[in-house]
């Protein structure tokens, strides 16, 4: 079936723009996250949806950060006033639950860079 | 709280060579344990996973990892390395205290010498 996607794969702003980007988990998945990878770096934990509960924000780095999910599904990640240190790939990724043994699939990534 | 080191941020083996990327974890329970690969340009694959069954977990593409809780290590090896397996990978632990989040360590990057 259908993997995670996520849109757009690439994003250019300049400097105290908001922009947004968008999953699609796979269908049926109730857990879904969101990392981001900077450059040379390992992924770090963004924010957590698992169904209708209010989500774990513990990971965004500022309030200028923002997530939320629709209807149980797509997901969106909204920057505002973006900074260049935000220049980095975003992950999405999704899994049945959240368990030890359930693994989590990852989107392709959108690569955003601040200018 | 979990974390997880990688102790080699680049290993270089010549293809048909065995393959040994190592990681560390820290952890206060028991932890599931993953790695993942990053090929150029493309998604993050699963490569295996473990979750308190089998130490010795066999992945995809020939890959294999060993828990040892003694040592708490979790190192990736592969008896012979081709040219494909060039690449980034990433050792993983699911924090328990979180909603299972991944937490990631640096990454180590494997190039294979023809």
């Known amino acids: 079936g259908a993997g995670v996607s996520q849109s757009p794969s690439n994003k250019v702003t300049e400097k105290g723009k908001d922009v947004e980007l968008r999953c699609d988990p796979i269908?049926?998945?109730?857990?879904l996250y969101w990392y981001r990878q900077s450059l040379g770096q390992g992924l770090e934990f963004l924010i957590y949806?698992?169904?209708?509960?209010?989500?774990?924000k513990s990971g965004l780095p500022s309030d200028r950060f923002s997530a939320e999910r629709t209807g149980g599904s797509v997901s969106t990640l909204t920057i505002q006033r973006t900074q260049q240190e935000d220049s980095a790939v975003y992950l999405c990724?999704?899994?049945?639950?959240?368990?030890?043994?359930?693994?989590?699939?990852f989107g392709p990534g959108t690569r955003l860079t601040v200018l | 709280a979990q974390s997880v080191t990688q102790l080699d941020s680049h290993v270089s083996v010549s293809e048909g060579t065995p393959v040994l990327l190592r990681c560390n974890y820290s952890?206060?329970?028991?932890?599931?344990l993953f790695w993942y690969v990053q090929h150029p340009n493309k998604g993050l694959q699963l490569l295996l996973k473990?979750?308190?069954?089998a130490t010795l977990v066999k992945g995809i593409n020939g890959f294999e990892a060993e828990f040892k809780k003694s040592e708490t290590s979790f190192h990736l090896t592969k008896p012979s390395a081709h040219m494909s397996d060039a690449a980034e990978y990433f050792c993983?632990?699911?924090?328990?205290?979180?909603?299972?989040?991944?937490?990631w360590g640096a990454g180590t990057k494997l190039i294979i010498k023809p």
């Open positions: 990724a999704s899994s049945y639950r959240a368990g030890p043994t359930d693994t989590q699939y």
């Open positions: 473990y979750t308190s069954a």
């Open positions: 269908s049926g998945h109730t857990a």
């Open positions: 993983v632990v699911s924090d328990e205290d979180s909603n299972y989040q991944l937490i």
């Open positions: 949806f698992q169904g209708n509960s209010a989500p774990d």
């Open positions: 952890s206060s329970y028991s932890p599931s």
